[in-house]
């Protein structure tokens, strides 16, 4: 079967730092991406990663790790607007987007 | 703004009625997808167009039925809905379909639906 686990809530200080972790397991794998979704709003996408290591876009970091089936998304310097749900999603080798149930972040001031 | 919207962006019906969601993108994308947002869940593809063909469709039920006139506009035509049925309906487009960041999926705000 296809899935993706992910913490389904994380809570943090502004300024701080912080870590979701995502395992998944499908048929084939292209890449794994994460998109981020304010309440109310549609989801925007914030990386993808084909390759393992690092990726860094600002404050925004991913992680991908092939032989383990496992990447992350890091906040650094946490604001307010952080706030939002974020979710990990994986190709398949349909082509087709799987997307984990989401992580509610809650930055606290 | 992603550059795809979607309309209307509530939605309230009752189980007979029969109503059109809306999505059109402005990016030049060939790729377009409907997907369904229930509380407490992941976003469940339910279908996919790629060149205005349909190329997937996710075991929904037939009282969805998708359209595609050409590749910038997109419809989902809905009928004798169900209470469950409630959800936010999202709509996507990407540069092609496939693997890889070339198909990043750019999403429109939602229809938000009720059933009544």
């Known amino acids: 079967g296809q899935s993706l686990e992910q913490p389904s809530e994380v809570t943090a200080v502004e300024g701080a730092i912080v870590q979701i972790n995502c395992t998944y397991q499908t048929s084939g794998f292209y890449g794994l991406s994460w998109y981020q979704q304010h309440d109310g709003g549609a989801p925007t996408f914030l990386s993808y990663n084909a390759l393992d290591g690092l990726e860094e876009t600002g404050r925004f970091s991913s992680f991908l790790s092939r032989s383990d089936s496992y990447g992350y998304l890091l906040l650094q310097e946490l604001q307010m607007k952080d706030s939002a749900s974020y979710f990990c999603a994986v190709y398949n080798q349909g082509g087709k987007l799987i997307f984990g149930q989401g992580t509610e972040l809650s930055v606290k001031p | 703004e992603t550059g795809v919207t979607q309309t209307p962006r509530h939605l309230v019906m009752g189980m007979t009625n029969k109503k059109s969601l809306k999505c059109e993108q402005h990016l030049g994308h060939n790729a377009m997808y409907w997907y369904k947002q229930s509380a407490k869940k992941p976003l469940e593809l339910m279908f996919v167009?790629?060149?205005?063909?349909?190329?997937e469709n996710n075991s929904v039920p037939s009282r969805f039925s998708p359209e595609c006139p050409n590749s910038s506009h997109l419809f989902l035509h809905l009928h004798t809905l169900q209470p469950e049925d409630s959800a936010l309906y999202l709509c996507?487009?990407?540069?092609?379909?496939?693997?890889?960041?070339?198909?990043?999926?750019?999403f429109g705000p939602g229809t938000r639906l009720t059933v009544l």
């Open positions: 167009y790629s060149l205005e063909e349909r190329v």
């Open positions: 996507a487009s990407s540069q092609d379909l496939g693997q890889g960041r070339k198909d990043t999926q750019y």
